[in-house]
């Protein structure tokens, strides 16, 4: 019943940015955390970035300093901002939302299909 679109990967040289968006839609009565994953062939999601309602922001170590979550909470939309990007950032990046539905009592977590971000060195 939530929808999670990504969009903004692409091939980028080491130095280079990026953007990632997430649009969530659907019967969303409230979203809560939203989040950035990743994930190499053969290996386990990891956590990137996490920001919850009110704004707070979490970031595997890897990659402080570098990549800023944020969010507009009256579009549903969630973003990364990947900068000085490096060949070992190379994955599938996922989003996650987690949140209400419609009926305010119902809660989901829902993720988007992964969008590819290839670094090249």
């Known amino acids: 019943q939530v929808q999670v679109v990504e969009s903004g990967g692409g091939l980028v040289q080491a130095g280079g940015s990026l953007r990632l968006s997430c649009a969530a839609s659907g019967r969303i009565h409230r979203i809560d955390a939203m989040g950035w994953y990743r994930q190499a062939p053969g290996k386990q999601r990891e956590f990137v970035a996490t920001i919850t309602s009110g704004g707070s922001t979490n970031y595997v170590d890897s990659v402080k300093g570098r990549f800023t979550i944020s969010r507009d909470n009256a579009q549903n939309t969630l973003y990364l901002q990947m900068n000085s990007l490096k060949p070992e950032d190379t994955d599938v990046y996922y989003c996650?939302?987690?949140?209400?539905?419609?009926?305010?009592?119902?809660?989901?977590?829902?993720w988007g299909q992964g969008t590819q971000v290839t670094v090249s060195s």
């Open positions: 996650n939302v987690e949140g209400r539905l419609f009926s305010g009592i119902l809660p989901f977590d829902s």
